[in-house]
């Protein structure tokens, strides 16, 4: 069975700094990966997901993250943050031999943007 | 499009009442989701539809929890009886799917933020 770890719980930024949120996967076949952000009290929102082709994907907001399989890694990253960038970011991955619907979640990790 | 539109918002309980949970999806979409989120264990899939019928209810935690989708533009989340270790954000997703599935992305509601005392 697939699973998601986000090593990171909490990470600190200034304004205009680059970021990096770290995860890694478990899988033995084809996955789909995702990276979804969580606003205070609100719904998750897709930021960007990888499905095939290009190991690069660009998202919203200026997010891109790069799909390692050799490292089963799907780290995401921007070049600048903002403070409106704080929130909760979520790693997910999905299998082939489940559906690719069933979406299995890391931990989240929650980026604080001070100015 | 008003999105996934969840109700209620907040639900306060005693435990052993039964609490229902709403949730509207997306028109046109054909795939619902219901998670539930707490911090010891994160966001967990509980539940999916395709075309209103159960796909997979692995993830429900117990009988105590029952999932209906009567039709596509409507289905229910019922704890019955509540317990406080129920207290968490319960989520509900809708998704296009497609040919290939998790091609389309989930869109997730507002969340219910359900407290059982």
């Known amino acids: 069975a697939q699973s998601v770890t986000q090593l990171d719980s909490q990470v600190p930024v200034f304004e205009e700094a680059p970021v990096e949120l770290r995860c890694n996967y478990s899988s033995s076949v084809s996955v789909y990966l995702f990276w979804y952000v969580q606003y205070p009290n609100q719904g998750l929102q897709l930021l960007l997901k990888?499905?095939?082709?290009?190991?690069l994907v660009k998202g919203i907001n200026g997010f891109e993250a790069e799909f390692n399989k050799s490292q089963t890694s799907f780290h995401l990253r921007k070049p600048s943050v903002h403070i409106s960038d704080t929130a909760e970011y979520f790693c997910a991955v999905s299998e082939g031999n489940t559906g690719f619907q069933k979406l299995v979640f890391g931990t989240g990790t929650r980026l604080l943007v001070s100015p | 499009d008003a999105g996934v539109i969840q109700s209620p918002r907040h639900e306060v309980t005693e435990m052993g009442q039964e609490v229902t949970l709403r949730c509207k999806p997306i028109s046109g979409h054909d795939y619902l989701f219901w998670y539930r989120q707490t911090m010891m264990r994160g966001l967990e899939l509980l539940i999916y539809f395709n075309n209103n019928v159960p796909i997979d209810d692995s993830g429900m935690p117990e009988d105590r929890f029952s999932a209906k989708m009567p039709n596509a533009s409507f289905s229910t989340l019922k704890i019955q009886p509540s317990e406080p270790r129920d207290s968490a954000v319960y989520f509900c997703?809708?998704?296009?799917?497609?040919?290939?599935?998790?091609?389309?992305?989930?869109?997730f509601g507002p969340g219910t933020r359900l407290t059982v005392l």
């Open positions: 990888y499905l095939s082709g290009s190991t």
């Open positions: 997703a809708s998704s296009a799917g497609g040919t290939s599935g998790a091609t389309d992305t989930q869109y």
